[in-house]
């Protein structure tokens, strides 16, 4: 899923966008219960009781599910192919950036409504900071392991070759090396 990304989002030209969402709008749904119960009792109670001062609940009835959808509209998470971004902000922005090399461990979760429904939550653990979540969005586990997959390079143990790796060589060359010193130091034991 890729959509629009958010200019407030810092991304690099030569960036590519891997992923982009956001929280699932169907887990607004308890506040819009909520409000539609204030909205219900404010009137039911000033009807029954003649006191038109809980009308007054009402307002909050409606601006609670409306606060909370633009809430959820303003959230934004993007995976590129060299960070994760999550934006957050209604009135104000903040962009929360972590380069996939800071990415140690990766985890999802997801409780009974998102078993059942296919949604769930990601957490990143990053080195050296806090812990960045992908919170509330579709296939937890294929958002997981897309950033697994992108942020693992080449480095002859495991992962893809789409990055060049700071370890000269490859994991044979690294095996003969490592046979030739056990060799030498029988040799030497001897």
């Given at each position: ?10 991304l690099?030209?030569?960036?590519a ?8 709008i169907t887990?607004i ?7 539609v ?5 404010g009137i ?9 001062i809980?009308?007054a ?20 998470y993007?995976?590129?192919d ?5 934006k ?6 903040s962009?929360t950036?972590?380069n ?7 985890s ?7 078993s ?5 939550s990601?957490t990143?653990?990053?080195a050296?900071?806090?812990?960045l979540s992908f919170r ?10 897309l950033?697994?997959r992108?942020?693992s ?7 893809s070759?789409?990055?060049?790796s700071a ?8 095996q003969?090396v ?7 130091r029988r040799?030497?034991?001897e």
């Amino acid at each position: 899923m890729t959509e629009s990304i958010d200019p407030a989002i810092p991304l690099d030209p030569d960036e590519a966008v891997e992923w982009s969402g956001r929280p699932r709008i169907t887990t607004i749904l308890p506040t819009v219960v909520i409000g539609v119960l204030l909205v219900v009792a404010g009137i039911v109670v000033s009807v029954t009781q003649g006191a038109p001062i809980f009308l007054a609940v009402v307002p909050f009835g409606v601006a609670i599910p409306v606060w909370k959808y633009f809430a959820l509209r303003g959230v934004q998470y993007v995976i590129t192919d060299e960070a994760l971004y999550v934006k957050r902000g209604v009135l104000s922005r903040s962009v929360t950036q972590a380069n996939l090399e800071t990415v140690q461990n990766s985890s999802f979760g997801q409780d009974i409504t998102g078993s059942i429904f296919g949604y769930g939550s990601v957490t990143f653990e990053i080195a050296g900071g806090e812990d960045l979540s992908f919170r509330a969005i579709e296939d937890p586990r294929a958002i997981r392991a897309l950033v697994d997959r992108t942020g693992s390079n080449d480095d002859g143990v495991g992962g893809s070759n789409r990055r060049e790796s700071a370890i000269p060589g490859d994991l044979t060359q690294w095996q003969q090396v490592r046979d030739e010193i056990r060799a030498i130091r029988r040799s030497l034991e001897e």
